[in-house]
């Protein structure tokens, strides 16, 4: 008796702290519902990369979606809303929006990663980012990246922004060259002495890819971009073993299509 007993204590006490834990919540998600919201805290994950977005441009992109937040209950802020709209603009990968209990709403933004900017013909011009991502470029910032210029047709529309292999698929075709270059700007942005090395890419109107170094005064002629990383290689050893002995500025013209050989072509003094 005296053990069944103390089993009914327990578990009355423990119904009992319960019901005070119940309460205690209800009270607490009660206040929270109360509360205003008094600032916006902004964080870009990656700002040290790219300064695409900026944390002053947060609320502006909120007033303009018509998405007001300071003065308004936490528990009633339209978060999700918010993070589509910042999800909007090309620049964005992706967005999180959240309040919590001290009155702050919290941003954290994930920017996308250009890798090449692109310059077609007819005026056009926009980034493709890591994931082959169209970008339309924000005047306040230009990305450090190559840039790819010349006989350039573009495939998109003035001012699309999406999935460029999307984009391909639904149109149930392909674009050699776009792809070519988004491989070819893909692994430049994987090695950091490519990225020190390769300033422009050049498609001339034969359909030709000369390249402009950061470094040295000569055109650097691919051919086209196939067998590309084969071809740079090529160009890594000239570096390596030809240039210290004859100098940067050597050469006017470096031609790498030329399968197992490369022709250099001195500068005229």
Request: glycine share 6%.
């Amino acid at each position: 008796m005296k053990k069944a007993a103390n089993i009914f204590f327990a578990v009355g006490l423990l119904a009992a702290a319960a019901a005070y834990f119940a309460v205690t919540l209800l009270h607490a998600r009660r206040q929270a519902e109360k509360v205003l919201c008094t600032s916006i805290r902004v964080v870009i994950t990656d700002s040290s990369l790219n300064r695409f977005v900026r944390k002053e441009d947060i609320p502006a992109i909120f007033r303009s979606s018509g998405l007001s937040y300071f003065g308004k209950k936490v528990s009633e802020l339209p978060t999700a809303e918010m993070e589509s709209a910042l999800e909007a603009r090309s620049l964005i990968k992706k967005a999180e929006v959240y309040a919590t209990a001290d009155g702050t709403l919290h941003v954290s933004i994930a920017q996308r990663k250009p890798i090449v900017r692109v310059y077609a013909s007819g005026g056009q011009s926009f980034y493709i980012d890591d994931e082959g991502f169209i970008i339309q470029p924000y005047s306040g910032y230009t990305a450090s990246v190559p840039v790819a210029s010349g006989h350039i047709a573009s495939p998109f529309a003035k001012g699309f922004r999406g999935s460029m292999l999307a984009f391909f698929e639904e149109k149930k075709r392909s674009d050699s060259l776009m792809m070519q270059l988004y491989d070819f700007a893909s692994y430049l942005s994987k090695s950091a002495f490519w990225q020190a090395q390769v300033e422009q890419i050049y498609l001339t109107s034969q359909g030709k890819v000369e390249l402009i170094p950061r470094v040295g005064a000569q055109v650097i002629c691919l051919g086209t971009l196939g067998c590309f990383e084969y071809k740079l290689r090529k160009l890594e050893l000239l570096y390596e073993k030809g240039m210290p002995a004859r100098g940067w500025n050597a050469y006017d013209l470096i031609d790498l299509s030329f399968g197992k050989q490369v022709v250099c072509r001195r500068r005229k003094l």
